[in-house]
């Protein structure tokens, strides 16, 4: 099956992205807006396939002006889960070291990233997104044409490819050479579910949104999602061949082994890993060169992850929905000229990306922190 996506007039073409994920969505979301064409494939069967992840803070300097840009400001605000933006800080012991309440005026609501990640869909015409389509390589065939192979044998030939397809995106080579490289840190997802009455020392713990407590090479965040779950991330400063030793098929024993890390740690802490209610996921951090970019390459372009990956910042979801909002836009200020606005986009791209990925890490987070505490004052 080849499907040809070229445009046959001198507009902006129909523009093919890869990848269903919030940058993707909220790209497909304003052109549809502005009236330009648009395909999404997507590796996933379905948006039920897996697990969206947990809780998002939307900034109001980039995650919401891309929701504003797509239209969607008022379904998000009903997404919105009211007193998730305290945080509380504590040390190993258990101690409180800072606390910020949630007054309801910060500007990083959070909400959870499949409820996100519905309300865009929902936003699109039904046939948008293609599911079930994984991609499997991409070349150039000249004069701003490409084709993409999915793993099915079919192809999908466009005038515009976007890659919005993450950290192994693969669009990224038809621009560059870069691939992510380990951060020297990964972390372990655990989930307690019912936490008030199941789980009540954590609950109490991690309080009505979020706690970390952290020292240089181990930490561990909480948030609390919707339906009382406790979503904890357990960071650990080690090598990869470290976690390999590691049987994470083995449920108890792989908990037992990322618990011995944390002897000594208040026991309400640890629960948050002892405890859980699901087998604990590795998830090893990986990140592009900061300041990762490319000389132009005609009728393709990368958004969010593929772009710019960087280790967690709390910056990822909105600089991606941010790239698709202003990738949009450019297309749509730039009628018949995909490549003024491709240039257009990557030029403001490039150094917004780079600041983000400098800002992280756990002393910029505290630093983040006590300004919000400063703004809240």
Do not use: C
């Not at 397809?165 to 380990?182: F, I, K, M, N």
């Not at 339906?227 to 098929?249: C, I, K, N, Q, S």
């Not at 026991?267 to 998830?283: C, F, H, Y």
């Amino acid at each position: 099956m080849t499907t040809d996506n070229t445009p046959t007039h001198h507009t902006t073409p129909h523009v093919t992205i890869i990848g269903a994920g919030l940058g993707g969505l909220t790209l497909a979301r304003v052109l549809h807006l502005h009236g330009i064409p648009a395909t999404v494939y997507e590796a996933e069967s379905s948006p039920a396939a897996r697990s969206q992840g947990g809780m998002l803070d939307i900034h109001d300097y980039n995650g919401q002006l891309a929701l504003e840009a797509a239209d969607l400001m008022d379904g998000f605000r009903e997404l919105i889960l009211d007193g998730r933006q305290a945080m509380r800080v504590l040390d190993p012991n258990g101690t409180v070291l800072h606390e910020i309440a949630d007054d309801g005026t910060g500007g990083r609501p959070e909400v959870q990233r499949g409820e996100l990640r519905q309300l865009l869909l929902d936003s699109l015409p039904a046939d948008t997104v293609r599911w079930g389509h994984k991609v499997s390589g991409a070349r150039t065939l000249g004069e701003g044409r490409h084709e993409v192979t999915f793993a099915d044998g079919g192809t999908a030939v466009t005038g515009l490819l976007v890659g919005a397809d993450g950290a192994w995106s693969r669009v990224r080579p038809l621009l560059s050479a870069a691939t992510p490289e380990y951060t020297g840190k990964s972390v372990v997802e655990t989930y307690l579910f019912d936490s008030d009455t199941r789980h009540p020392a954590a609950a109490k713990t991690v309080g009505g949104g979020a706690m970390m407590a952290l020292t240089p090479d181990r930490e561990i965040f909480a948030h609390r999602e919707r339906g009382d779950t406790l979503h904890a991330y357990v960071g650990l400063a080690e090598p990869r061949d470290w976690f390999d030793a590691v049987d994470f098929t083995d449920a108890a024993g792989a908990t037992a082994r990322i618990a011995r890390e944390f002897d000594g740690w208040a026991p309400e802490l640890t629960a948050l890993i002892t405890d859980s209610d699901l087998p604990p996921v590795l998830r090893p951090l990986y990140a592009l060169p900061t300041g990762h970019r490319w000389d132009r390459v005609p009728g393709v372009t990368l958004l969010g992850d593929a772009a710019h990956l960087a280790a967690p910042n709390g910056e990822g979801a909105n600089l991606a929905m941010l790239d698709g909002a202003e990738l949009g836009r450019a297309l749509a200020a730039h009628p018949g000229d995909t490549e003024a606005a491709l240039t257009a986009y990557e030029r403001a791209m490039f150094p917004r990306s780079a600041e983000a990925a400098a800002s992280g890490g756990p002393d910029e987070l505290l630093d983040l922190l006590q300004g919000q505490a400063t703004r809240s004052a």
